[in-house]
């Protein structure tokens, strides 16, 4: 091989390495971005308004007939999960935990609810997936099944 091949070859290299670097790094600020904003919303627009016992979170649990007590549970699950989202280790399972409550809310949506925004669940859980997709190793490591 000559040098010219040489220097080429270990440029390409170079290069692949910097663009595999910049990738991963905006791959870790996309999915800081989902848990941020989805931490934000978990907490925020759906667990506090639970908690405070907005009326209009009320009006929703008693249509739906349970009792204020669920309101209030399910209100402090949401807000675990956005407190879960937040933090390095824990964000795979709480976004996977995210996700099985949500299959739960469309279930609820579907049968309490008669189908009335049946399919907001599925909007959140697709970010939530890619956080639960990209914290895998994680997860794993917590559940004690190493890579």
């Given at each position: ?7 080429t070859?270990?440029t390409?290299?170079t ?6 670097a910049s990738?991963g790094?905006?791959v870790i600020r ?8 989805l ?6 627009a759906?667990?506090?308004p639970?908690l405070l016992?907005?009326p209009a979170a009320?009006?929703v649990?008693?249509?739906m007939g349970?009792g ?9 699950v949401?807000?675990a999960?956005?407190?879960?989202l937040?933090?390095r ?10 996700i099985v409550?949500?299959v739960?809310a ?6 309490a609810?008669?189908g ?5 669940p ?8 890619v ?17």
């Amino acid at each position: 091989m000559s040098s010219t091949a040489t220097a080429t070859a270990a440029t390409t290299s170079t290069s692949t390495t910097t663009t595999a670097a910049s990738s991963g790094k905006a791959v870790i600020r996309v999915v800081w971005t989902l848990r941020i904003l989805l931490a934000l919303f978990f907490a925020v627009a759906s667990a506090l308004p639970k908690l405070l016992a907005v009326p209009a979170a009320t009006t929703v649990f008693d249509a739906m007939g349970v009792g204020h007590w669920f309101m209030y549970l399910t209100g402090l699950v949401e807000l675990a999960g956005a407190v879960g989202l937040l933090v390095r280790r824990l964000a795979g399972p709480a976004a996977t935990a995210l996700i099985v409550f949500l299959v739960f809310a469309f279930v609820t949506q579907l049968t309490a609810m008669h189908g009335e925004n049946a399919g907001t669940p599925f909007i959140f859980m697709v970010p939530l997936a890619v956080i639960a997709w990209n914290r895998r190793a994680e997860t794993a490591e917590l559940l004690g099944r190493r890579r």
